[in-house]
């Protein structure tokens, strides 16, 4: 209801105490100094995730004891992202590359990589190109690298993609299979920790004395059928975002054509099948689509769609991605202790593409941090003779942002800093082309709003929230 604000605050609040009282503590020097390097982190973290939502927000250093102290004027957002941009800096020098598992060392605690990797994003949404760039570079010259699946098993060749993918001998096979498996597979408890995590936030199952610490994706993501309330789906936009096996942009039918296709209460037609053949791997990996099959999960498994409710789809899609079969076996509702990646090193590559691009246009370096993206996947490389200027690489990037990235909380931001609300914040449809959402946009929608407790708590506010147009 408060788009995240009280909530910061009182993280803020802690940090805040912990820093002014870690020097009270007896414990060793250099440990203090690691842990008032973390604290910092996420701090800075905090407040760049307020500045980005609500612009001017107070910026409030040091502990107190009476509310009344923090009920300041908003700090301009430009002076509160100063202030993340040189707390990121400081602190990441001060943090080991990795850590060895054992307490005070538990993996999962903020790293040099993930500091220097919240620090490319900060970089990037405030167009700070040729900084992003620098920053995403600190990471990229560290241990990370994307999570592949060398071998595959027979579980990982239980559906049949032969009806869906035309392949042109079986080295192109092996490796679409390898593709789909090393991407969804990324997200599963099995493969926790794996080279690819930059940040992350941890997650136990719901069977342990610590419950409940799922991370809930099971419930939001999956349908009724899966135990799930289908909360968080699928738009069609996404859908046809997705490349088609070539990397080449996907041209859908009119929605009305789909709709037919579709013949919502019958059966699919063969036109309607047609639209999912011969897609992006990350397509099959990351959604369920009325026909598609999932084995691994459930034996003979086929994901149906014939109206929303009950849990199911409002859309007509589902997300697979995110999802771990482990997971979604279990009858606890909140047991999924799969991780969820707050910085993969997947989005890295992309902010040094997009930043690079920007900030000097097009090189081998762009198209090599791409073309590591896409072969993970299984997917061809960027033509360099299509995508030859910044203006066209940009385009590309911003999709392939959207499509590496789907379901992992990016998108609501880049949307604000790309300024396209106008062109993609339109009312939502599903496959039948019943309206599913309304939505309207104004440019004011960049920032939210201040909640009403926090007007009523600070009048300092007011005057800032009137010049964001609320």
Not at 152 to 162: F, G, I, Q, V
Not at 286 to 296: E, H
Not at 352 to 377: F, M, Q
Request: aromatic content about 12%.
């Amino acid at each position: 209801l408060d788009a995240g604000y009280n909530s910061r605050y009182q993280f803020i609040r802690r940090y805040n105490y912990f820093l002014d009282n870690i020097d009270k503590a007896q414990i060793d020097e250099n440990l203090k100094s690691r842990f008032i390097a973390e604290c910092r982190v996420l701090r800075a973290f905090t407040y760049f995730e307020l500045a980005r939502t609500f612009g001017d927000v107070p910026l409030i250093q040091a502990s107190y004891t009476d509310p009344l102290e923090t009920a300041v004027a908003p700090t301009a957002e430009a002076e509160v992202i100063n202030f993340v941009i040189s707390e990121l800096k400081t602190a990441a020098d001060a943090l080991p590359e990795s850590y060895d598992g054992e307490s005070p060392n538990q993996t999962g605690r903020i790293t040099s990589g993930g500091a220097w990797g919240i620090l490319t994003r900060v970089q990037l949404h405030y167009r700070m190109w040729a900084d992003a760039a620098a920053s995403a570079q600190k990471v990229m010259d560290g241990d990370y690298e994307l999570f592949r699946k060398a071998t595959l098993d027979a579980a990982d060749l239980s559906d049949d993609y032969s009806t869906l993918v035309t392949f042109a001998n079986n080295a192109e096979r092996d490796r679409f299979y390898k593709g789909l498996a090393s991407y969804q597979q990324q997200f599963w408890i099995a493969n926790e920790a794996n080279s690819e995590v930059v940040l992350t936030s941890q997650n136990l199952s719901e069977n342990t004395s610590y419950a409940p610490f799922g991370n809930g994706l099971r419930l939001l993501f999956s349908n009724g059928e899966m135990g799930g309330w289908s909360s968080i789906t699928p738009t069609q936009d996404l859908i046809n975002a997705y490349w088609d096996k070539n990397g080449n942009p996907f041209t859908p039918p009119s929605a009305a054509t789909r709709a037919a296709n579709f013949n919502k209460g019958g059966t699919p037609n063969a036109a309607y099948i047609n639209e999912f053949k011969n897609r992006d791997t990350r397509l099959y990996a990351s959604i369920l689509f009325p026909k598609a099959t999932w084995n691994q999960y459930k034996p003979n498994y086929v994901f149906n769609w014939q109206g929303g409710g009950s849990s199911n789809s409002m859309t007509g899609y589902n997300f697979r991605k995110l999802l771990d079969i482990k997971s979604l076996a279990s009858s606890l509702e909140f047991d999924a202790a799969e991780d969820f990646p707050i910085i993969r090193y997947a989005e890295i590559l992309l902010s040094y593409a997009e930043a690079k691009n920007e900030a000097t246009g097009p090189d081998a370096t762009v198209y090599a941090a791409l073309n590591d993206i896409r072969d993970r996947a299984g997917m061809p490389p960027v033509s360099q003779a299509t995508y030859n200027s910044k203006e066209k690489l940009r385009t590309l990037i911003q999709n392939e942002r959207r499509i590496e990235l789907a379901g992992e909380g990016q998108r609501y931001y880049d949307i604000r800093r790309w300024n396209i609300g106008a062109s993609v914040m339109k009312t939502t449809y599903d496959i039948s082309n019943a309206p599913v959402q309304e939505r309207v946009w104004q440019d004011k929608f960049k920032l939210m709003p201040y909640p009403q407790t926090a007007l009523d708590r600070n009048p300092n506010l007011k005057a800032a929230q009137q010049a964001k147009g609320y």
